[in-house]
């Protein structure tokens, strides 16, 4: 069994980028590897590629130490972290092609004993599936077992990750005993919480179990919006007076759910159980069906506007980050409802708000009728203020709508 002093993190994405500056900052030598070299080369710089509370002085930190570089190409090491995306198909299935890539591409570095943990949010098996990808391609390898294959799911929130890598209680799912063990050995370097083993599979479910939770929460919260909107009630205050029972905790509705997780995480279970997962697929509909209900919304208030003025409103849609105050657009229910606006409107100027982000991405570009501008200039112009982030940038702007139709889907501006 090989003493691990070297690890390559396969993904310098959202968690693997963390994972290898904190491991790095811990002592280990760490090899970042990514398919995008404009990271490959942020990293080398010393620099984050994206935004992450003081992530950017731990990776500055380790590359001065040499502690930390990044490639295109995978090396040799002691051990292996697989951070890359599992996005789901058409029909809402897993794509372990990522997966599948990465085991490939390391596979040729191996010589036996190594360590391969699988990071990515996976459906059940798919920490078997890396495992049965890389003996197929080192075939000398999988007639001596020689490999130790492990789940360790990430439980970060974005924004507070390099906090919550160390206080946060980690789950480790091993092939063997012995893997679950190595694996946690190695998380110890820096997580100073409780570390619980189990097997790959358990492990693999424990994080999409949850995230369905949250997401099965978060779909009551959404469904009561648009039943109270129905009725005529306040669901803001409903709900506020409803969680002073010492037993209820409503959380507050939105324009959807997003982020890689929350959004994606139970499609798999849907798709690995099909058949018994009604409430989670339920949860899915209703919080995937969430935007085309603010789109009618705006719709409403547009036809009105347009009898008022004799001309198309311009529709402000404040935010199109997945969450407040961070620039990842994952899954962002607020991104996919502005690009709607831009189609279902085409006489409308839609002018999109995202105080954290420098350019329009790529999802919304070359739209003639929508531009990315300022809070403050959607505000002067616009006839329809859909507020789609509680960003804390958007707070003080309430007594500046006044006068304006705001749909606000986060209760902010109440």
Not at 137 to 145: P, V
């Amino acid at each position: 069994m090989k003493d691990i002093s070297s690890v390559a993190v396969i993904g310098l994405g959202y968690i693997g980028l963390p994972t290898a500056a904190i491991l790095a900052e811990n002592g280990t030598r760490v090899f970042g590897v990514d398919v995008n070299q404009t990271t490959v080369d942020a990293v080398n710089a010393g620099q984050v590629p994206f935004v992450e509370p003081d992530l950017g002085e731990f990776v500055e930190r380790a590359v001065a130490k040499g502690l930390l570089s990044a490639s295109t190409d995978t090396p040799a090491a002691d051990a292996y972290i697989v951070a890359v995306p599992t996005p789901f198909t058409a029909d809402m299935s897993a794509d372990l092609s990522y997966i599948e890539a990465a085991g490939r591409a390391l596979a040729p570095q191996l010589v036996g004993g190594e360590l391969i943990i699988l990071e990515s949010t996976s459906p059940p098996g798919a920490t078997e599936r890396l495992a049965e990808v890389v003996y197929q391609e080192r075939a000398d390898l999988a007639q001596e077992q020689s490999l130790d294959f492990a789940h360790c799911p990430e439980r970060v929130l974005p924004g507070k990750v390099m906090t919550e890598l160390v206080t946060n209680d980690r789950i480790v799912g091993g092939t063997t005993p012995q893997a679950a063990q190595r694996a946690k050995e190695l998380y110890e370097r820096f997580c100073k919480a409780e570390i619980l083993l189990t097997d790959t599979r358990t492990a693999e479910m424990a994080k999409l179990v949850e995230n369905s939770f949250r997401d099965v929460n978060i779909a009551f919260a959404n469904e009561l919006s648009m039943i109270s909107h129905e009725l005529g009630i306040d669901v803001w205050e409903l709900i506020e007076l409803a969680n002073h029972h010492p037993r209820v905790n409503i959380l507050q509705p939105g324009p959807g759910v997003g982020g890689h997780c929350i959004a994606v995480d139970p499609w798999f279970i849907v798709d690995a159980a099909p058949s018994t997962s009604r409430l989670i697929r339920s949860a899915r509909e209703i919080n995937d069906s969430k935007p085309d209900w603010v789109i009618r919304q705006v719709k409403a208030e547009a036809f009105d506007v347009q009898n008022e003025k004799g001309s198309a409103p311009v529709i402000a849609a404040l935010g199109l980050a997945f969450k407040p105050n961070i620039d990842d657009l994952r899954e962002s229910p607020a991104l996919g409802i502005t690009a709607q606006l831009s189609e279902q409107f085409p006489q409308s100027q839609i002018l999109a708000v995202e105080p954290h982000v420098e350019a329009l991405p790529a999802a919304l570009t070359g739209r003639e009728n929508l531009s990315l501008v300022s809070a403050e200039q959607a505000l002067e112009q616009a006839d329809i203020i859909v507020l789609l982030v509680d960003h804390d940038a958007f707070a003080p702007l309430k007594d500046q709508a006044t006068g304006l139709r705001v749909i606000d889907t986060r209760g902010q501006w109440r």
